[in-house]
Structure formats: structure tokens, C-alpha cells
T-cell receptor, first 113, second 112 residues
Framework: GDSVTQMEGPVTLSEEAFLTINCTYT??????LFWYVQYPGEGLQLLLK?????DKGSNKGFEATYRKETTSFHLEKGSVQVSDSAVYFC????????????FGQGTILTVHP | NAGVTQTPKFQVLKTGQSMTLQCAQD?????MYWYRQDPGMGLRLIYY???????DKGEVPNGYNVSRLNKREFSLRLESAAPSQTSVYFC???????????FGEGSRLTVL
């Protein structure tokens, strides 16, 4: 089945620092790719998505580009805020999973003032 | 605009007791899912229902049963709860396979 490997956390940054969370996946065909965010005590929310190669998903200052050649979908933000502290999950929805999402283990991000 | 609603939000059980987690969505989605979230383990799929009338096992189905009651509702039942089932449970729905999931707020279950 599909699989995903996320950057190990936790990640601790100062406010206004640059953020990268790496994500690589294994899936057949051309999966859709998703980043979800989970704030403390809440469910998961869709952060951004990309549905085909070279697409860039973006939302709330976060970006990720669908790289078919490296099977990656790294999450980036130029200047993080304390309010970005959360757990981030990468998830492909690929052919061997029949369109079901496969979640990584999550990366905990803590941003200090 | 309710989205995905789960009940109860918190529950404490004793080993051997049974309970049902309820989930309902109002987005007319075809697929519904139950996940559990444990520290360091990410989200693991318990059961899913690709469409009304069908259910399938996910990654960790042992100790659970599900019912897709109608298009809106998908329940998860623990027949004889065990401490290993202490977890946070999330229900999610999806318009069609390959599209994004919409999650409920979670149900925190503790089995003593």
C-alpha cells in the first residue's frame, strides 16, 4: 500500500523563522497530496493540497509543491508565528490505497516568541 | 454548518464494557472513516465505508465493529473494551476517494 515518511519532530523555532517539514511518499500512479494541521485539542483540518505534478498548494502563508520526480511534498513557510504551533500531517491519497489517505506520523511544531 | 459530528467527546470505560461511538456528517459525502490517534503513532485507520452499504477493515480493526447506518451515519462499536483501546478516535468523511477528508473533533476514550 501507500506509505509516507515525515520529518521527525519535534521542531522548535523562534517566531519569524523559516520552516521546512519534509515529506516523501510511496504510491502508485498520480496520488493527490495533502497537508493537514491539528491544533491542540482539536481535530485535523486541511491546510493545503495538490492534485497533480508541479502543482503548488498554498494557504495561510504555507506552501508545498508536488514533486513527482522526487516523490516529495515538503511544507514551507517563510515566517512562522506562535499561532502556527501545532502538529502537521502529510498524506497522499494514492492508487494502491484506492483513494484513501495514508497519514504520516505527524511533526510537532512549537514556535516561541 | 456542522460538518462531521462525533459523540461522545469523552468517555471512561472499565475493561470488558461495551460502547458505541457515533458519527454523522451533513455534507452528503459517500465515504466515511474511523481512525485512532496514539502518541507517536500518527493516525491509524480502523474501518472505513467507501459508500452506503459497504464497510471494510483498515490497518487496526481487531476489537472493533462498525455500522454504516445510512449515508449520514457511521458508528464504531467496542464490544469488550481493553486498556489498549485507550485512544483518541476520529471520524472523517470524504466526498469520493482521492478527495480531502473532513474530520470530527475527536472522542477521547479511556479504558481502565
Amino acid at each position: 500500500g501507500d506509505s509516507v515518511t515525515q520529518m521527525e519532530g519535534p521542531v522548535t523555532l523562534s517566531e519569524e523563522a523559516f520552516l521546512t517539514i519534509n515529506c516523501t511518499y510511496t504510491a502508485t500512479g498520480y496520488p493527490s497530496l495533502f497537508w493537514y494541521v491539528q491544533y491542540p485539542g482539536e481535530g485535523l483540518q486541511l491546510l493545503l493540497k495538490a492534485t497533480k505534478a508541479d502543482d503548488k498548494g498554498s494557504n495561510k502563508g504555507f506552501e508545498a509543491t508536488y514533486r513527482k520526480e522526487t516523490t516529495s511534498f515538503h511544507l514551507e513557510k517563510g515566517s512562522v508565528q506562535v499561532s502556527d504551533s501545532a502538529v502537521y500531517f502529510c498524506a497522499p491519497a494514492g492508487g494502491t490505497s484506492y483513494g484513501k489517505l495514508t497519514f504520516g506520523q505527524g511533526t510537532i511544531l512549537t514556535v516561541h516568541p | 454548518n456542522a460538518g462531521v459530528t462525533q459523540t461522545p467527546k469523552f468517555q471512561v470505560l472499565k475493561t470488558g464494557q461495551s460502547m458505541t461511538l457515533q458519527c454523522a456528517q451533513d455534507m452528503n459525502h459517500n465515504s466515511m472513516y474511523w481512525y485512532r490517534q496514539d502518541p507517536g503513532m500518527g493516525l491509524r485507520l480502523i474501518y472505513y465505508s467507501a459508500s452506503e452499504g459497504t464497510t471494510d477493515k483498515g490497518e487496526v480493526p481487531n476489537g472493533y465493529n462498525v455500522s454504516r447506518l445510512n449515508k449520514r451515519e457511521f458508528s464504531l462499536r467496542l464490544e469488550s473494551a481493553a486498556p489498549s483501546q485507550t485512544s483518541v478516535y476520529f471520524c472523517a468523511s470524504q466526498h469520493s476517494q482521492g478527495r480531502e477528508l473532513f474530520f470530527g473533533e475527536g472522542s477521547r476514550l479511556t479504558v481502565l
